[in-house]
């Protein structure tokens, strides 16, 4: 059972600087998942587009049941009933992301469904220190380290996106698995589709030229690809060797 306020999850603030310790909630770079967050589940293109990228993501992560799974970026919890789905009661989703609004729906869904497993946290995954985040879960009843991680739609909007590659591997056990869903411009017919692709992302602060994907690519064995409408979403899961030391 994991820790509660006001009847809900707790989302502990743990904005940390890269070894600096704290920083202040300002220097986080303030984002559009504010005032939107109420309305993101309906308006962000999630059955026409988004939705596909997410099973085909969730479903080349394959979660187990009982597994403990960090969702990176998880904005409202779109992921959430899929993931849920497969790791069952027993297992355990982590929840960041630096919105509070956006947690908050989050927390919401969760509650809205009576899911005791959701462990929220409010941090930037850019700037967050990876031993305060392993002890906050840990203090909530979580595993201080995930069997798995999944980034859908939210590298792209993180300029320095390694960073937190590098964070989110910090999290995971030895021989985790991860997924990365993001977008990039159409290809074929779809090509003349590119304006509203970039228009889609510029709207949600997306870099359509990101390519986070790549982090996968180079770091991960096993790796699967595949992609949906037309090329838009890209998606690669593998398996993630962490040094020993
Ligand atoms: C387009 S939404 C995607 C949300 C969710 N992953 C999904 O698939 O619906 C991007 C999310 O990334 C979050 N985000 C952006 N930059 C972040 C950062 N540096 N650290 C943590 N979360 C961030 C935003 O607050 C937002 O909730």
């Not at 306020?5 to 704290?22: C, D, E, V």
């Not at 979660?63 to 998880?74: A, K, M, T």
């Not at 904005?75 to 027993?90: E, Q, S, W």
């Amino acid at each position: 059972m994991h820790a509660r306020a006001r009847g809900g999850f707790r989302q502990p603030r743990l904005f940390a600087g890269p070894g600096s310790g704290p920083v202040s909630k300002e220097r986080v770079i303030p984002d559009k998942y504010t005032a939107f967050a109420p309305f993101y589940d309906a308006f962000s293109g999630e059955y026409p587009v988004y939705r596909a990228g997410r099973d085909r993501g969730i479903e080349a992560l394959g979660p187990r049941p009982g597994e403990q799974v960090l969702d990176v970026g998880c904005g409202t919890g779109l992921n959430f009933a899929l993931l849920r789905g497969r790791i069952g009661p027993a297992g355990t989703i982590i929840g960041i992301d630096r919105s509070a609004q956006m947690l908050e729906q989050a927390r919401r869904r969760a509650a809205r469904a009576g899911w005791k497993n959701v462990i929220l946290i409010q941090a930037d995954a850019v700037f967050l220190d990876p031993a305060a985040i392993r002890s906050t879960i840990q203090g909530q009843g979580g595993s201080p380290e995930s069997d798995a991680a999944l980034a859908t739609y939210s590298l792209s909007l993180m300029p320095e996106w390694r960073r937190a590659w590098t964070n989110l591997k910090a999290l995971l056990k030895a021989e985790a698995r991860v997924a990365v869903v993001d977008m990039k411009v159409p290809e074929g017919w779809a090509r003349l589709l590119t304006p509203l692709a970039w228009a889609a992302c510029a709207l949600g602060g997306a870099d359509i030229t990101a390519h986070p994907w790549q982090a996968v690519e180079e770091d991960c064995t096993n790796v699967l690809r595949s992609s949906a409408r037309a090329g838009h979403l890209q998606i690669r899961a593998g398996a993630f060797h962490k040094d020993p030391s």
